[in-house]
C-alpha cells in the first residue's frame, strides 16, 4: 500500500506500481476541497485518465462531478462462482472472443435495456450503435477472466466497458455542472 498526500486528503493505493503522471493526478484531485472528508482509494488498475485517475474509487455523498466519475460512467464489473472442475480454458477463450470488443459492436441490440430511461436521452447521438453496444466488452482495462482462490474456487470475472454511451453521458452532464456553477443554479433546478 501506497499513501498519496494532498492538501486536503490522503489517498491509499492498493497498486504495486503507479507511473508518475497518474501519481500527480493522485495528489492534484486530493488537494481540490471537494475531496475534504471522503476516502479515496486507487485500485491496483490505475493509470492516468482524462478527468482523474482511471481505479479512483472515492466517497462523496454530497457533490456530483461528472469529470471524476469520468468518461466511461457505466461500466460494470460481474463476479461468478463457477464449480471447482477443472476449466476448459481453449473453449473459453473462444467464447470471450465472440464477444465484440475495441471498437466493434453487436450486429443487432443485444440487452433489454431502454435507453429513453435516461434523463439525457434526447441529447444522445448514435442510438442504434448505443444500443448494440450494450453488452459489449470495449477496451482499454476491460477483460474476461478465470481467477482461482487459493482453496481452489474459481470465478468469472468480467470487467466491461460504457463504451460510447458513457462519454456521451459524461460529457453532457459536465456540460451542464459548467453552466450550473457559472450561474449559481442547482440540478433541481434545471430537471
Known sequence: MERIEG????????????????REQIRRMCSYELTKGSRVRIMPDVHAGKGCTIGTTMTITDKAVPNIVGVDIGCGMYTIALDKQPIDFARLD????????????WLEKQADFDLQQL???DKLKNLSWIACSIGTLGGGN??????????????LVIHTGSRN???QVAEIYQRMAVELNAHDETLEERL
Open 119 to 121: 434523463y439525457c436521452y
Open 94 to 105: 473462444e467464447a470471450a472472443y465472440i464477444v465484440p470488443s475495441g471498437m466493434n459492436v
Open 7 to 22: 492538501t486536503v486528503t490522503t489517498a491509499i493505493s492498493y497498486a504495486k506500481s503507479i507511473d508518475e503522471k497518474a
Open 165 to 167: 454511451l458513457g462519454k
Open 142 to 155: 476491460h477483460f474476461i477472466e478465470v481467477d482461482k482462490t487459493h482453496d481452489g474456487r474459481h470465478y
